[in-house]
Protein backbone atom coordinates (compact mmCIF):
# COMPACT_ATOMS: atom_id res chain seq x y z
CA UNK A 1 0.00 0.00 0.00
CA UNK A 2 2.55 2.46 0.88
CA UNK A 3 4.74 1.66 -2.37
CA UNK A 4 1.46 2.52 -4.77
CA UNK A 5 1.47 5.52 -2.87
CA UNK A 6 4.70 6.96 -2.23
CA UNK A 7 6.66 5.03 -4.34
CA UNK A 8 5.25 3.18 -7.26
CA UNK A 9 4.12 6.26 -9.09
CA UNK A 10 7.27 8.30 -9.22
CA UNK A 11 8.83 4.81 -10.25
CA UNK A 12 6.27 5.12 -13.14
CA UNK A 13 6.73 8.66 -14.00
CA UNK A 14 10.79 7.66 -14.12
CA UNK A 15 11.02 4.94 -16.09
CA UNK A 16 8.17 6.39 -19.02
CA UNK A 17 9.25 9.74 -19.45
CA UNK A 18 6.87 10.33 -22.78
CA UNK A 19 3.74 9.48 -20.80
CA UNK A 20 4.83 11.79 -17.86
CA UNK A 21 5.12 14.79 -20.90
CA UNK A 22 1.83 13.66 -22.32
CA UNK A 23 0.31 13.60 -18.84
CA UNK A 24 1.84 17.42 -18.23
CA UNK A 25 0.96 18.65 -21.59
CA UNK A 26 -2.90 18.08 -20.96
CA UNK A 27 -2.86 19.48 -17.64
CA UNK A 28 -1.31 22.46 -19.08
CA UNK A 29 -4.11 22.69 -21.63
CA UNK A 30 -6.76 22.45 -18.64
CA UNK A 31 -5.08 24.53 -16.65
CA UNK A 32 -4.74 27.74 -18.74
CA UNK A 33 -7.99 27.77 -19.04
CA UNK A 34 -8.18 27.40 -15.45
CA UNK A 35 -6.12 30.42 -15.48
CA UNK A 36 -7.96 32.23 -17.85
CA UNK A 37 -11.34 31.60 -15.99
CA UNK A 38 -10.45 32.53 -13.04
CA UNK A 39 -9.15 35.90 -14.10
CA UNK A 40 -12.33 36.82 -15.23
CA UNK A 41 -13.11 36.30 -11.55
CA UNK A 42 -10.59 38.22 -10.29
CA UNK A 43 -11.08 40.97 -12.44
CA UNK A 44 -14.62 41.76 -11.19
CA UNK A 45 -14.34 40.89 -7.64
CA UNK A 46 -11.36 42.77 -7.14
CA UNK A 47 -13.60 46.17 -8.80
CA UNK A 48 -16.84 45.67 -7.29
CA UNK A 49 -16.13 42.79 -4.49
CA UNK A 50 -18.88 40.79 -6.74
CA UNK A 51 -19.00 36.96 -6.81
CA UNK A 52 -19.92 36.52 -10.31
CA UNK A 53 -22.00 33.05 -10.18
CA UNK A 54 -22.72 34.14 -14.07
CA UNK A 55 -18.81 33.38 -15.14
CA UNK A 56 -20.12 29.29 -16.35
CA UNK A 57 -23.37 30.65 -17.72
CA UNK A 58 -21.58 33.16 -19.80
CA UNK A 59 -19.46 30.50 -21.41
CA UNK A 60 -22.61 28.70 -22.54
CA UNK A 61 -24.17 32.25 -23.49
CA UNK A 62 -20.80 32.80 -25.99
CA UNK A 63 -20.70 29.40 -26.99
CA UNK A 64 -24.32 29.21 -27.98
CA UNK A 65 -24.79 32.72 -29.70
CA UNK A 66 -21.14 32.26 -32.03
CA UNK A 67 -22.75 28.80 -32.94
CA UNK A 68 -26.42 30.24 -33.77
CA UNK A 69 -24.76 33.10 -35.49
CA UNK A 70 -22.98 30.97 -37.52
CA UNK A 71 -26.39 28.93 -37.81
CA UNK A 72 -28.24 32.10 -39.59
CA UNK A 73 -25.22 32.06 -42.48
CA UNK A 74 -23.32 34.29 -41.01
CA UNK A 75 -19.49 33.52 -41.87
CA UNK A 76 -17.19 32.27 -38.78
CA UNK A 77 -15.56 35.07 -38.12
CA UNK A 78 -17.82 37.65 -38.59
CA UNK A 79 -19.74 35.45 -35.95
CA UNK A 80 -17.07 35.87 -33.48
CA UNK A 81 -17.10 39.72 -33.94
CA UNK A 82 -20.83 39.57 -33.59
CA UNK A 83 -20.77 37.54 -30.38
CA UNK A 84 -17.90 39.89 -28.64
CA UNK A 85 -20.05 42.47 -29.53
CA UNK A 86 -23.47 40.64 -27.92
CA UNK A 87 -20.98 39.83 -24.82
CA UNK A 88 -20.21 43.76 -24.99
CA UNK A 89 -23.82 44.58 -25.14
CA UNK A 90 -24.19 41.77 -22.32
CA UNK A 91 -21.75 43.88 -19.95
CA UNK A 92 -23.45 47.36 -20.15
CA UNK A 93 -26.97 45.70 -19.85
CA UNK A 94 -25.72 44.05 -16.78
CA UNK A 95 -23.80 47.20 -15.45
CA UNK A 96 -27.18 49.50 -15.99
CA UNK A 97 -29.69 46.95 -14.93
CA UNK A 98 -28.22 45.44 -12.49
CA UNK A 99 -24.59 46.60 -10.59
CA UNK A 100 -25.50 50.03 -10.47
CA UNK A 101 -29.34 49.94 -8.46
CA UNK A 102 -28.10 47.60 -6.60
CA UNK A 103 -24.71 49.77 -5.63
CA UNK A 104 -24.07 50.25 -1.57
CA UNK A 105 -25.99 47.08 -0.92
CA UNK A 106 -24.45 44.25 1.08
CA UNK A 107 -21.89 42.23 -0.92
CA UNK A 108 -24.21 38.81 -0.80
CA UNK A 109 -27.47 40.98 -2.28
CA UNK A 110 -25.03 41.68 -5.02
CA UNK A 111 -23.82 37.81 -5.18
CA UNK A 112 -27.42 36.73 -5.26
CA UNK A 113 -28.43 39.22 -8.49
CA UNK A 114 -25.52 37.39 -10.27
CA UNK A 115 -27.24 33.81 -9.48
CA UNK A 116 -30.21 36.00 -11.20
CA UNK A 117 -28.61 36.62 -13.92
CA UNK A 118 -27.19 32.97 -14.13
CA UNK A 119 -31.41 32.05 -13.82
CA UNK A 120 -31.97 34.36 -16.65
CA UNK A 121 -29.53 33.91 -19.29
CA UNK A 122 -29.84 29.76 -19.11
CA UNK A 123 -33.97 30.91 -19.84
CA UNK A 124 -33.19 33.77 -22.71
CA UNK A 125 -30.60 31.16 -24.37
CA UNK A 126 -33.32 28.08 -24.05
CA UNK A 127 -36.03 30.73 -25.24
CA UNK A 128 -33.87 32.02 -28.92
CA UNK A 129 -31.13 28.69 -29.39
CA UNK A 130 -33.24 25.31 -27.80
CA UNK A 131 -31.62 23.70 -25.17
CA UNK A 132 -30.26 20.54 -27.61
CA UNK A 133 -26.84 20.15 -27.75
CA UNK A 134 -24.31 21.46 -30.92
CA UNK A 135 -21.57 21.08 -32.23
CA UNK A 136 -18.62 24.14 -31.83
CA UNK A 137 -17.84 25.36 -35.27
CA UNK A 138 -14.37 24.48 -34.99
CA UNK A 139 -13.41 23.59 -38.69
CA UNK A 140 -15.14 26.50 -39.77
CA UNK A 141 -13.32 28.70 -37.25
CA UNK A 142 -9.95 27.03 -38.52
CA UNK A 143 -8.85 25.89 -35.97
CA UNK A 144 -6.40 22.73 -36.98
CA UNK A 145 -8.02 19.09 -35.58
CA UNK A 146 -4.92 17.11 -37.05
CA UNK A 147 -2.04 16.23 -34.39
CA UNK A 148 1.33 15.87 -34.33
CA UNK A 149 3.65 12.89 -32.63
CA UNK A 150 6.70 13.50 -30.93
CA UNK A 151 9.07 11.23 -30.07
CA UNK A 152 10.85 12.34 -26.66
CA UNK A 153 12.94 9.48 -24.77
CA UNK A 154 12.33 6.94 -27.49
CA UNK A 155 8.72 7.18 -26.79
CA UNK A 156 5.71 9.04 -27.66
CA UNK A 157 4.30 12.00 -27.11
CA UNK A 158 0.54 13.27 -28.77
CA UNK A 159 0.05 16.91 -30.14
CA UNK A 160 -3.51 17.61 -30.41
CA UNK A 161 -3.30 20.44 -32.99
CA UNK A 162 -6.60 21.68 -31.15
CA UNK A 163 -4.84 21.39 -27.88
CA UNK A 164 -1.96 23.66 -29.39
CA UNK A 165 -4.32 25.53 -30.50
CA UNK A 166 -5.88 26.54 -27.26
CA UNK A 167 -2.69 26.69 -25.57
CA UNK A 168 -1.32 29.62 -27.86
CA UNK A 169 -4.86 31.32 -28.20
CA UNK A 170 -5.15 31.49 -24.39
CA UNK A 171 -1.54 32.05 -23.63
CA UNK A 172 -1.38 34.83 -25.61
CA UNK A 173 -4.57 36.47 -23.61
CA UNK A 174 -3.49 36.15 -20.90
CA UNK A 175 -0.29 37.91 -21.37
CA UNK A 176 -2.24 40.84 -23.21
CA UNK A 177 -4.66 41.01 -20.10
CA UNK A 178 -1.63 41.38 -18.01
CA UNK A 179 0.28 43.56 -20.64
CA UNK A 180 -3.08 45.75 -20.73
CA UNK A 181 -3.20 45.42 -16.69
CA UNK A 182 0.12 46.43 -16.27
CA UNK A 183 0.53 49.12 -19.19
CA UNK A 184 -1.92 51.16 -20.20
CA UNK A 185 -4.17 54.02 -18.23
CA UNK A 186 -7.24 51.69 -18.88
CA UNK A 187 -5.26 48.99 -17.04
CA UNK A 188 -3.78 50.69 -14.15
CA UNK A 189 -7.53 52.34 -13.21
CA UNK A 190 -8.39 48.68 -12.62
CA UNK A 191 -6.27 47.66 -10.79
CA UNK A 192 -6.26 50.92 -8.44
CA UNK A 193 -10.17 50.44 -8.19
CA UNK A 194 -9.18 46.85 -6.98
CA UNK A 195 -6.58 48.83 -4.26
CA UNK A 196 -8.64 51.71 -3.22
CA UNK A 197 -12.56 52.74 -3.94
CA UNK A 198 -12.06 56.24 -2.22
CA UNK A 199 -8.60 56.69 -3.93
CA UNK A 200 -9.96 55.67 -7.55
CA UNK A 201 -12.90 58.09 -7.00
CA UNK A 202 -10.10 61.17 -6.73
CA UNK A 203 -8.15 60.55 -9.05
CA UNK A 204 -11.01 60.47 -11.87
CA UNK A 205 -11.90 56.71 -12.36
CA UNK A 206 -15.47 56.01 -13.28
CA UNK A 207 -16.60 53.16 -11.54
CA UNK A 208 -19.19 51.91 -14.20
CA UNK A 209 -16.66 52.48 -16.84
CA UNK A 210 -14.42 50.19 -15.24
CA UNK A 211 -17.71 47.55 -14.29
CA UNK A 212 -18.31 47.54 -18.04
CA UNK A 213 -14.93 47.10 -19.19
CA UNK A 214 -14.20 44.11 -16.55
CA UNK A 215 -17.69 42.37 -17.13
CA UNK A 216 -16.76 42.70 -20.67
CA UNK A 217 -13.40 41.23 -20.22
CA UNK A 218 -15.09 38.54 -18.37
CA UNK A 219 -17.18 37.92 -21.65
CA UNK A 220 -13.95 37.66 -23.87
CA UNK A 221 -12.57 34.91 -21.78
CA UNK A 222 -16.16 33.38 -22.10
CA UNK A 223 -16.22 33.03 -25.31
CA UNK A 224 -12.72 32.01 -25.87
CA UNK A 225 -13.27 28.98 -23.11
CA UNK A 226 -16.42 28.34 -24.44
CA UNK A 227 -14.59 27.63 -28.09
CA UNK A 228 -12.06 25.57 -26.25
CA UNK A 229 -13.69 23.41 -24.15
CA UNK A 230 -16.89 23.17 -26.95
CA UNK A 231 -14.67 21.68 -29.46
CA UNK A 232 -13.78 19.36 -27.13
CA UNK A 233 -17.27 18.21 -24.75
CA UNK A 234 -19.79 20.18 -27.27
CA UNK A 235 -22.01 23.07 -26.58
CA UNK A 236 -24.75 22.46 -24.46
CA UNK A 237 -25.35 23.75 -21.00
CA UNK A 238 -23.23 21.53 -19.49
CA UNK A 239 -20.31 23.99 -20.50
CA UNK A 240 -21.18 25.44 -17.48
CA UNK A 241 -19.17 23.29 -15.23
CA UNK A 242 -15.59 25.02 -16.69
CA UNK A 243 -16.31 27.97 -14.35
CA UNK A 244 -16.94 25.61 -11.03
CA UNK A 245 -13.34 24.03 -11.60
CA UNK A 246 -12.35 27.52 -10.82
CA UNK A 247 -13.90 27.53 -7.56
CA UNK A 248 -10.61 25.83 -6.09
CA UNK A 249 -8.25 28.05 -8.02
CA UNK A 250 -9.63 31.01 -6.35
CA UNK A 251 -9.55 29.22 -3.09
CA UNK A 252 -5.83 28.95 -3.45
CA UNK A 253 -4.73 31.99 -5.41
CA UNK A 254 -7.26 34.32 -3.40
CA UNK A 255 -10.19 36.33 -4.90
CA UNK A 256 -7.74 39.48 -5.32
CA UNK A 257 -4.83 38.36 -6.78
CA UNK A 258 -3.89 38.00 -10.59
CA UNK A 259 -0.89 36.13 -10.11
CA UNK A 260 -2.64 33.66 -7.73
CA UNK A 261 -5.35 33.10 -10.25
CA UNK A 262 -2.83 32.43 -13.18
CA UNK A 263 -0.10 30.24 -11.22
CA UNK A 264 -2.98 28.55 -9.31
CA UNK A 265 -5.06 27.32 -12.81
CA UNK A 266 -2.03 25.94 -13.97
CA UNK A 267 -0.84 24.21 -10.70
CA UNK A 268 -4.85 22.94 -10.68
CA UNK A 269 -4.57 21.61 -14.04
CA UNK A 270 -1.60 19.61 -13.98
CA UNK A 271 -1.60 18.36 -10.31
CA UNK A 272 -4.94 17.10 -11.12
CA UNK A 273 -4.21 15.32 -13.88
CA UNK A 274 -1.07 14.19 -12.13
CA UNK A 275 -2.93 12.52 -9.19
CA UNK A 276 -6.00 11.00 -11.31
CA UNK A 277 -3.71 9.08 -14.00
CA UNK A 278 -0.53 7.93 -11.18
CA UNK A 279 -2.69 8.21 -8.11
CA UNK A 280 -6.61 8.17 -9.06
CA UNK A 281 -6.59 5.44 -11.56
CA UNK A 282 -4.59 2.71 -10.10
CA UNK A 283 -5.82 3.42 -6.40
CA UNK A 284 -9.24 4.78 -5.99
CA UNK A 285 -10.78 4.03 -9.73
CA UNK A 286 -10.34 7.28 -11.28
CA UNK A 287 -12.59 10.14 -11.44
CA UNK A 288 -10.82 11.89 -9.05
CA UNK A 289 -10.75 15.04 -11.59
CA UNK A 290 -13.88 16.56 -10.32
CA UNK A 291 -12.61 16.59 -6.64
CA UNK A 292 -8.98 16.41 -6.49
CA UNK A 293 -9.00 20.22 -6.49
CA UNK A 294 -11.37 21.32 -4.28
CA UNK A 295 -9.22 18.65 -1.54
CA UNK A 296 -6.42 20.41 -2.77
CA UNK A 297 -7.60 23.70 -1.93
CA UNK A 298 -9.11 22.85 1.12
CA UNK A 299 -5.73 21.38 2.28
CA UNK A 300 -3.47 24.49 1.36
CA UNK A 301 -5.92 26.58 3.21
CA UNK A 302 -5.79 24.50 6.64
CA UNK A 303 -1.89 25.53 6.31
CA UNK A 304 -2.39 28.93 4.73
CA UNK A 305 -5.50 30.72 5.12
CA UNK A 306 -4.88 33.45 2.99
CA UNK A 307 -4.30 30.87 0.45
CA UNK A 308 -1.05 30.49 -1.91
CA UNK A 309 -0.80 34.40 -2.61
CA UNK A 310 -3.20 35.82 -0.90
CA UNK A 311 -2.57 39.93 -0.54
CA UNK A 312 -4.19 41.14 2.16
CA UNK A 313 -4.64 38.88 5.75
CA UNK A 314 -5.35 41.59 7.74
CA UNK A 315 -9.00 42.97 7.66
CA UNK A 316 -8.91 46.31 7.01
CA UNK A 317 -10.29 48.69 9.50
CA UNK B 1 -13.07 83.44 -15.22
CA UNK B 2 -12.17 86.54 -12.64
CA UNK B 3 -14.98 87.75 -11.46
CA UNK B 4 -12.99 89.63 -8.51
CA UNK B 5 -9.82 91.51 -8.70
CA UNK B 6 -6.91 89.96 -7.30
CA UNK B 7 -4.34 91.06 -4.61
CA UNK B 8 -0.50 91.01 -4.04
CA UNK B 9 1.07 89.01 -1.48
CA UNK B 10 3.75 90.68 1.24
CA UNK B 11 6.32 88.52 -0.36
CA UNK B 12 5.00 90.08 -3.56
CA UNK B 13 3.41 87.25 -5.87
CA UNK B 14 0.27 88.33 -7.38
CA UNK B 15 -3.16 86.64 -7.23
CA UNK B 16 -5.72 86.48 -9.49
CA UNK B 17 -9.94 86.33 -9.19
CA UNK B 18 -11.85 83.91 -6.98
CA UNK B 19 -11.24 80.00 -8.50
CA UNK B 20 -13.89 79.06 -6.16
CA UNK B 21 -16.63 79.80 -4.06
CA UNK B 22 -18.68 78.38 -1.48
CA UNK B 23 -22.04 79.40 -1.20
CA UNK B 24 -23.76 78.92 2.49
CA UNK B 25 -22.76 75.82 2.42
CA UNK B 26 -24.75 73.46 5.05
CA UNK B 27 -23.75 69.75 5.94
CA UNK B 28 -25.98 67.27 7.85
CA UNK B 29 -25.27 64.30 8.70
CA UNK B 30 -28.62 62.86 10.64
CA UNK B 31 -28.62 64.99 13.58
CA UNK B 32 -24.89 66.07 13.09
CA UNK B 33 -24.44 69.59 11.71
CA UNK B 34 -20.54 69.37 10.63
CA UNK B 35 -21.30 72.08 9.08
CA UNK B 36 -22.99 75.45 9.03
CA UNK B 37 -23.79 78.28 6.78
CA UNK B 38 -20.18 78.86 6.00
CA UNK B 39 -18.66 80.68 2.71
CA UNK B 40 -15.33 81.41 1.20
CA UNK B 41 -13.50 81.53 -1.50
CA UNK B 42 -10.35 80.54 -2.75
CA UNK B 43 -8.47 82.73 -4.99
CA UNK B 44 -6.10 81.38 -8.07
CA UNK B 45 -2.47 80.87 -7.00
CA UNK B 46 -3.12 81.67 -3.25
CA UNK B 47 -2.43 78.97 -0.55
CA UNK B 48 -5.73 79.18 1.53
CA UNK B 49 -5.95 76.58 4.82
CA UNK B 50 -8.79 75.90 6.46
CA UNK B 51 -7.67 75.17 10.25
CA UNK B 52 -9.74 74.24 13.52
CA UNK B 53 -9.42 71.66 16.44
CA UNK B 54 -10.23 68.47 15.34
CA UNK B 55 -14.12 67.43 14.28
CA UNK B 56 -14.45 71.21 13.26
CA UNK B 57 -15.63 70.09 10.14
CA UNK B 58 -12.42 70.59 7.98
CA UNK B 59 -12.30 67.35 6.32
CA UNK B 60 -15.94 67.54 5.24
CA UNK B 61 -15.69 70.92 3.50
CA UNK B 62 -12.65 68.90 1.84
CA UNK B 63 -15.16 65.92 1.20
CA UNK B 64 -17.75 69.13 -0.42
CA UNK B 65 -15.65 70.88 -2.25
CA UNK B 66 -14.28 67.60 -3.84
CA UNK B 67 -17.79 66.28 -4.50
CA UNK B 68 -17.38 63.16 -1.66
CA UNK B 69 -20.11 64.67 0.27
CA UNK B 70 -23.24 66.39 -1.53
CA UNK B 71 -23.99 69.95 0.81
CA UNK B 72 -27.57 69.19 2.11
CA UNK B 73 -27.78 73.24 1.50
CA UNK B 74 -25.76 75.86 -0.27
CA UNK B 75 -23.51 76.17 -3.40
CA UNK B 76 -20.06 75.26 -4.97
CA UNK B 77 -19.21 78.26 -7.68
CA UNK B 78 -16.24 77.03 -10.09
CA UNK B 79 -14.53 78.93 -12.68
CA UNK B 80 -17.03 81.47 -12.49
CA UNK B 81 -20.53 78.75 -12.81
CA UNK B 82 -22.53 77.21 -10.26
CA UNK B 83 -21.51 73.72 -9.86
CA UNK B 84 -24.69 71.39 -10.45
CA UNK B 85 -24.15 68.12 -8.14
CA UNK B 86 -21.25 65.66 -9.45
CA UNK B 87 -19.57 62.70 -8.55
CA UNK B 88 -16.27 62.75 -7.19
CA UNK B 89 -14.85 61.28 -10.73
CA UNK B 90 -16.57 63.87 -12.77
CA UNK B 91 -15.14 66.95 -9.89
CA UNK B 92 -11.49 65.36 -10.59
CA UNK B 93 -12.00 65.47 -14.10
CA UNK B 94 -12.66 69.54 -14.01
CA UNK B 95 -9.26 69.79 -12.58
CA UNK B 96 -9.53 69.43 -8.60
CA UNK B 97 -7.10 66.97 -7.31
CA UNK B 98 -6.91 65.89 -3.65
CA UNK B 99 -5.27 63.82 -0.43
CA UNK B 100 -6.58 62.29 2.32
CA UNK B 101 -6.27 62.65 5.64
CA UNK B 102 -5.88 58.91 6.70
CA UNK B 103 -3.45 58.06 3.32
CA UNK B 104 -5.58 56.53 0.50
CA UNK B 105 -3.12 55.03 -2.07
CA UNK B 106 -3.00 52.01 -4.41
CA UNK B 107 -1.21 50.00 -2.11
CA UNK B 108 -0.40 46.86 -4.16
CA UNK B 109 1.09 49.31 -6.87
CA UNK B 110 4.22 50.97 -7.70
CA UNK B 111 5.20 54.45 -6.68
CA UNK B 112 5.39 55.11 -10.49
CA UNK B 113 1.82 53.50 -10.98
CA UNK B 114 0.63 55.47 -8.50
CA UNK B 115 1.81 58.48 -9.14
CA UNK B 116 0.43 57.61 -13.23
CA UNK B 117 -3.26 56.91 -11.82
CA UNK B 118 -2.71 61.06 -11.37
CA UNK B 119 -2.85 60.85 -15.23
CA UNK B 120 -6.07 59.66 -15.40
CA UNK B 121 -8.09 62.83 -15.64
CA UNK B 122 -6.49 63.57 -18.84
CA UNK B 123 -7.15 59.94 -20.79
CA UNK B 124 -8.44 60.65 -23.98
CA UNK B 125 -7.40 57.55 -25.77
CA UNK B 126 -10.31 55.42 -26.01
CA UNK B 127 -10.53 51.82 -24.58
CA UNK B 128 -9.78 49.57 -28.27
CA UNK B 129 -7.11 52.20 -28.42
CA UNK B 130 -5.52 51.37 -25.76
CA UNK B 131 -5.65 47.61 -25.05
CA UNK B 132 -4.43 47.18 -28.73
CA UNK B 133 -1.93 49.67 -27.80
CA UNK B 134 -2.49 51.67 -30.66
CA UNK B 135 -1.73 55.51 -32.12
CA UNK B 136 -3.22 57.57 -29.44
CA UNK B 137 -3.04 55.71 -26.63
CA UNK B 138 0.79 55.28 -27.30
CA UNK B 139 1.41 58.76 -27.49
CA UNK B 140 -0.70 59.26 -24.50
CA UNK B 141 1.34 56.51 -22.34
CA UNK B 142 4.73 58.45 -23.34
CA UNK B 143 3.34 61.99 -22.28
CA UNK B 144 1.99 60.91 -19.25
CA UNK B 145 5.89 59.13 -18.53
CA UNK B 146 7.04 62.58 -19.05
CA UNK B 147 5.15 64.41 -17.36
CA UNK B 148 4.91 61.86 -14.29
CA UNK B 149 9.07 61.55 -14.12
CA UNK B 150 8.82 65.16 -13.67
CA UNK B 151 6.80 65.30 -10.87
CA UNK B 152 8.96 62.50 -9.39
CA UNK B 153 11.87 64.30 -9.95
CA UNK B 154 10.19 67.28 -8.38
CA UNK B 155 9.52 65.35 -5.37
CA UNK B 156 12.93 63.84 -4.98
CA UNK B 157 11.11 60.61 -5.09
CA UNK B 158 13.00 58.76 -7.77
CA UNK B 159 15.01 56.20 -5.61
CA UNK B 160 11.59 54.54 -4.74
CA UNK B 161 9.78 54.73 -8.14
CA UNK B 162 9.80 51.25 -8.70
CA UNK B 163 8.86 49.93 -4.93
CA UNK B 164 5.22 48.85 -3.67
CA UNK B 165 3.83 51.62 -1.95
CA UNK B 166 2.40 49.19 0.79
CA UNK B 167 6.31 48.83 1.97
CA UNK B 168 7.43 52.51 2.10
CA UNK B 169 7.21 54.17 5.63
CA UNK B 170 4.59 57.00 6.35
CA UNK B 171 6.22 59.85 5.70
CA UNK B 172 6.99 58.69 2.15
CA UNK B 173 3.59 57.45 1.45
CA UNK B 174 1.94 60.85 2.08
CA UNK B 175 4.46 62.16 -0.09
CA UNK B 176 3.35 59.98 -2.96
CA UNK B 177 0.03 61.20 -2.58
CA UNK B 178 0.71 64.46 -3.36
CA UNK B 179 2.58 63.07 -6.20
CA UNK B 180 -0.18 61.51 -7.62
CA UNK B 181 -2.46 64.62 -6.74
CA UNK B 182 0.06 66.70 -8.63
CA UNK B 183 0.78 64.76 -11.85
CA UNK B 184 -3.01 65.80 -12.42
CA UNK B 185 -1.42 69.17 -13.39
CA UNK B 186 -5.39 70.41 -11.29
CA UNK B 187 -6.85 73.91 -11.55
CA UNK B 188 -6.86 73.59 -7.58
CA UNK B 189 -5.35 71.00 -5.14
CA UNK B 190 -7.02 69.90 -2.25
CA UNK B 191 -4.56 69.03 0.80
CA UNK B 192 -6.27 67.23 3.91
CA UNK B 193 -3.37 67.74 7.00
CA UNK B 194 -0.66 66.75 4.59
CA UNK B 195 1.95 67.25 7.70
CA UNK B 196 -0.24 65.31 10.11
CA UNK B 197 1.76 62.51 12.07
CA UNK B 198 5.33 63.70 10.60
CA UNK B 199 8.17 64.44 12.54
CA UNK B 200 9.81 67.86 12.35
CA UNK B 201 12.11 67.09 9.49
CA UNK B 202 9.26 65.59 7.20
CA UNK B 203 7.79 68.50 8.11
CA UNK B 204 9.79 70.93 6.78
CA UNK B 205 9.99 69.24 4.08
CA UNK B 206 6.62 68.65 3.54
CA UNK B 207 6.05 72.38 3.56
CA UNK B 208 8.84 73.49 1.10
CA UNK B 209 7.02 70.81 -1.27
CA UNK B 210 3.91 72.82 -1.29
CA UNK B 211 5.45 75.97 -1.37
CA UNK B 212 7.51 75.07 -4.17
CA UNK B 213 4.24 73.33 -6.17
CA UNK B 214 2.53 76.51 -5.27
CA UNK B 215 5.79 78.30 -6.60
CA UNK B 216 6.87 76.80 -9.30
CA UNK B 217 3.45 75.98 -10.83
CA UNK B 218 1.08 78.41 -9.82
CA UNK B 219 -1.18 75.87 -8.80
CA UNK B 220 -3.64 76.98 -6.28
CA UNK B 221 -4.01 75.46 -3.03
CA UNK B 222 -6.16 74.74 -0.23
CA UNK B 223 -5.17 72.53 2.47
CA UNK B 224 -6.39 71.91 5.64
CA UNK B 225 -4.65 71.82 8.96
CA UNK B 226 -5.43 71.46 12.77
CA UNK B 227 -2.33 72.76 14.41
CA UNK B 228 -2.36 76.32 13.89
CA UNK B 229 1.67 76.84 14.03
CA UNK B 230 2.60 74.30 11.10
CA UNK B 231 0.52 76.76 8.35
CA UNK B 232 0.86 80.08 9.45
CA UNK B 233 3.74 80.75 7.50
CA UNK B 234 2.43 78.75 4.54
CA UNK B 235 -1.05 80.70 3.53
CA UNK B 236 -1.66 83.39 2.72
CA UNK B 237 -5.29 83.45 3.77
CA UNK B 238 -7.19 81.66 6.87
CA UNK B 239 -10.15 80.11 7.34
CA UNK B 240 -10.92 78.85 10.59
CA UNK B 241 -13.55 76.46 11.75
CA UNK B 242 -14.97 75.09 14.90
CA UNK B 243 -17.74 72.93 15.87
CA UNK B 244 -19.33 73.47 11.79
CA UNK B 245 -18.75 77.00 11.91
CA UNK B 246 -16.51 79.66 10.61
CA UNK B 247 -15.32 81.81 13.34
CA UNK B 248 -12.22 83.82 11.73
CA UNK B 249 -11.71 84.40 7.65
CA UNK B 250 -8.38 86.56 6.85
CA UNK B 251 -4.74 86.36 6.26
CA UNK B 252 -2.18 84.60 8.79
CA UNK B 253 -2.31 87.80 10.89
CA UNK B 254 -5.43 88.94 11.01
CA UNK B 255 -6.84 85.02 12.27
CA UNK B 256 -4.18 85.17 14.73
CA UNK B 257 -5.34 88.28 16.58
CA UNK B 258 -9.38 87.13 16.07
CA UNK B 259 -10.52 86.61 19.36
CA UNK B 260 -13.02 83.73 18.77
CA UNK B 261 -9.72 82.29 17.03
CA UNK B 262 -8.31 82.43 20.09
CA UNK B 263 -10.70 81.36 22.29
CA UNK B 264 -11.25 78.16 20.04
CA UNK B 265 -7.53 76.98 20.18
CA UNK B 266 -7.57 77.66 24.14
CA UNK B 267 -10.43 75.91 25.14
CA UNK B 268 -12.69 78.89 26.15
CA UNK B 269 -16.14 77.20 26.75
CA UNK B 270 -18.87 78.59 24.22
N1 LIG C 1 -19.51 60.39 6.86
C1 LIG C 1 -19.90 60.91 8.03
N2 LIG C 1 -20.98 60.42 8.67
C2 LIG C 1 -21.39 60.94 9.85
N3 LIG C 1 -20.77 61.95 10.47
C3 LIG C 1 -19.67 62.48 9.91
C4 LIG C 1 -19.18 61.99 8.65
N4 LIG C 1 -18.07 62.70 8.32
C5 LIG C 1 -17.90 63.59 9.32
N5 LIG C 1 -18.84 63.46 10.26
C6 LIG C 1 -18.98 64.28 11.48
O1 LIG C 1 -18.80 65.62 11.13
C7 LIG C 1 -18.07 66.30 12.13
C8 LIG C 1 -16.83 66.96 11.54
O2 LIG C 1 -15.91 65.96 11.16
P1 LIG C 1 -14.66 66.27 10.26
O3 LIG C 1 -15.09 67.03 9.07
O4 LIG C 1 -13.94 65.00 10.02
O5 LIG C 1 -13.78 67.23 11.21
P2 LIG C 1 -12.25 67.63 11.13
O6 LIG C 1 -11.70 67.19 9.82
O7 LIG C 1 -12.26 69.10 11.29
O8 LIG C 1 -11.55 66.96 12.26
C9 LIG C 1 -17.73 65.28 13.19
O9 LIG C 1 -18.69 65.39 14.23
C10 LIG C 1 -17.89 63.98 12.48
O10 LIG C 1 -18.26 62.95 13.37
MG1 LIG D 1 -10.16 65.92 9.38
Redesign the interface.
Known sequence: MLNDIFIAPFVDMFTAPDFLMQVLWEGLVSGILYALIALGFVLIFRSSRIFNFAQGIMVVFAALTLVGLFAMGIPAWISVGLTLVVMFVLAVAIERVVLRPLVGQPDIILFMATIGITLFLIGFGETIFGGENKVMITEELGIPTGDTVLEPFGGLLILQHLDITVVVVATLLVLGLLAFLNYTQMGRAIRALGDDHQAALSVGISLQTIWVLVWFIAGIIALVTGIAWGARAGVSFALEVIAYKALPVLMLGGLESITGAIVGGLMIGILEKLFEIYWGQPLLGGNTETWFAFVLALIVLLFRPQGLFGERIIERV | MKDTEGYVTADGRQIGGTLMEMRNITLRFGGVVAIQDISFDIREGEVRAIIGPNGAGKSSMLNVI?G?YTPSEGEVWYKGAKRPPM????V??QGV??T?QNI??????TVL?NV??????H?N?G?AS??L?WGK?RD??ME?REKVERVIDFLEIQNIRKTPVGRLPYGLKKRVELA??LA?EPSILLLDEPMAGMNVEEKEDMSRFILDVNDEFGTTICLIEHDMGVVMDLSDRVVVMDYGKKIGDGTPDEVRNNQDVIDAYLGVPH
Open positions: SFKPFEARARFALFEGMDMTGRLTMAIQAWAEENRAA
